[in-house]
């Protein structure tokens, strides 16, 4: 037993290794040469991290081999012009052209392994069968690596799998550009995944045991041997060890959002101590890396929310998931969609505030300058950053949330600028807000790990390249169920509003719910009442005698 139980956590070792490092499965990081299939399964990367790079790389060599003309044409084809139907009709070609008898020795196979990593690259670009098939090989190959005792693969590829999975059914959620980033951001928030998969597995282990030991119990079989301490078990211990280990490591996680300013003019010293030019206020940042807050636990992060919005569970729950295994604290860009005064905006706060970001509420209410949300140009008298460059400066971070509030009501005209269009590149944390143009440095900026959530009561007048973009959630209204929850955080506001605390503005009573006649929706009229029975509170100790 000590033999298994040895083997056992050598082997859980090996996986925690695989989830620090994979590298040495998977390839490098940053690649400068196109990897072969069996490290792109298991989740390797593009070569610098682009798609037309590595497929050019990929199919560029096969030009100088002896295959038929039409093999050539659509292998030129794919290289020119890079999509999904140019890169579909090169991997069948290609496959067809394999079968040939007549051709040198060693050029069919040359000619397989390019078909074979084509599918990747169709998979980056959008295609979701090709992620279906991805997701299909590697859950595949991940059983052939437990069945052979290589758990670390096996880890590598069902975390994989998981991805490519999700990436089929509901695609990765941002345009085709994002094919030009990393791929190791989105593998690295399934490891969480792949460890609850883990765990399920540890219980479906019991229960056969389980199974196994009523069958025996039945059969007459008495003084039973304790089972072996199981090999899932020890593995689940030293995942959930790496995943303390990686967390640690979050907790120094730095970006780069100003790079070097040394294309604009020095400013002089009372115009530094002004803060009056843009390389003055960026200054202490510039080529600097700025803290990323490190992502909380889902699970407290979701009680939280629970707690003060009970009524929204699924909500809850779907900004909760963009916290699994991510590398730091962010949150998806999101519609939430209900009437007014049903809580959006403090709910959306209290989204970023639970994952412990920096807020900034952004109303777009009679905003008819939309275009100031990106900046305006350092030659104006009157230039400044973009809103989501001036967070980064205002709390010293590169991470922060803002509330888009009531987006649907911000001007339509695109003489200044429509806001709802403004914001579009700033949303993409994939591609383009890792280096978006800001017009007062005059240079890119990576705002990449600042989080929206936007609020809206219809999407009547809203861009369809918004929607695109973004999620909507419809938000439900709060019920008359809710009524103790909800007036105890007006309650709370009204405290913090007028300094109080819980001996001078104690909790409502029963007595005092019982005067409320909320029947749910709006909350509006509920603070009034709420504040009508403070004020009743504040009138009757007026009138008790001293």
């Given amino acids: 037993m000590s033999e298994k139980l040895s083997a056992a956590a050598a082997a859980a070792a090996s996986v925690r290794a695989a989830m620090l490092d994979p590298s040495k499965l998977a390839g490098p990081r940053q690649t400068k040469t196109p990897l072969p299939f069996v490290q792109r399964l298991a989740g390797g990367e593009m070569q610098s991290w682009c798609v037309t790079t590595d497929l ?14 039409p093999c050539q044409r659509a292998v030129e084809r794919a290289i020119v012009a890079v999509s999904i139907v140019t890169i579909a009709r090169a991997e069948r070609v290609l496959r067809r052209e394999a079968l040939r008898r007549d051709l040198p020795p060693g050029v069919c196979p040359v000619l397989r392994a390019a078909a074979d990593v084509l599918p990747f690259h169709m998979a980056e670009l959008g295609c979701r069968v090709s992620a279906a098939r991805i997701a299909s090989m590697a859950l595949a190959n991940a059983h052939l690596a437990v069945q052979t005792g290589r758990l670390d693969r096996a880890f590598l590829l069902f975390r994989h799998a998981l991805f490519r999975a999700e990436e089929a059914d509901h695609g990765r959620g941002e345009d085709a550009e994002l094919a030009q980033g990393p791929l190791y951001q989105f593998l690295e928030a399934f490891d969480e995944r792949a460890g609850l998969w883990l765990q399920t597995m540890t219980a479906f282990e019991s229960a056969d045991r389980m199974v196994e030991d009523e069958h025996d119990i039945l059969r007459g079989g008495v003084g039973m041997v304790a089972p072996p301490p199981s090999d899932l078990a020890v593995l689940d211990l030293i995942l959930g060890q790496a995943r303390e280990a990686k967390v640690a490591a979050a907790s120094g996680r730095t970006l780069v959002v100003f790079p070097t300013m040394g ?111 990106a900046g305006t140009s350092r030659q104006w008298g009157s230039w400044r950053p973009s809103t989501p460059a ?157």
């Fill in 390 to 546: 001036q967070g980064c400066l205002r709390h010293g971070k590169a991470s922060h949330g803002i509330v888009v509030d009531e987006v649907e009501k911000a001007g339509d005209s695109r003489r200044w600028g429509r806001l709802d269009e403004t914001i579009l590149p700033f949303l993409e944390r994939g591609s383009t807000a890792r280096a978006i143009h800001d017009p007062a440095f005059e240079t890119a900026l990576d705002l990449s790990a600042v989080s929206y959530v936007l609020t809206a009561n219809s999407l009547g007048g809203v861009s369809t390249a918004l929607l695109d973009r973004c999620q909507v959630l419809t938000w439900p209204a709060p019920r008359a169920e809710d009524l103790p929850v909800v007036a105890a955080g007006i309650l709370a506001e009204i405290r913090r509003d007028r300094g109080l605390d819980t001996a001078w503005c104690p909790d409502l009573d029963g007595e005092e719910m019982g005067m409320i006649p909320w029947v749910g929706g709006s909350m509006r009229p509920l603070r009034r009442m709420v504040e009508a029975v403070v004020a009743s509170r504040e009138l009757e100790a007026r009138r008790r005698p001293n």
């Fill in 263 to 373: 294309h604009l003019p020095t400013p002089s010293k009372s115009t530094s101590d002004r803060g009056d030019s843009p390389r003055a206020i960026a200054e202490p940042w510039a080529g600097k890396g700025m803290p990323l807050t490190p992502a909380p636990d889902p699970s407290p992060f979701a009680a939280r929310l629970r707690a003060l919005f009970p009524w929204a569970e699924s909500v809850i729950e779907t900004f909760a998931g963009d916290l699994v295994g991510a590398p730091y604290a962010a949150v998806r860009p999101r519609i939430l969609l209900g009437p007014p005064g049903c809580g959006k905006t403090a709910f959306a706060r209290a989204v970023l505030e639970a994952a412990e970001l920096d807020v900034t509420v952004y109303g777009c209410a009679g905003q008819m300058d939309g275009g100031a949300f």
């Fill in 56 to 69: 050019q790389a990929v199919l560029t060599p096969l030009l100088s081999h002896p295959i038929s003309p």
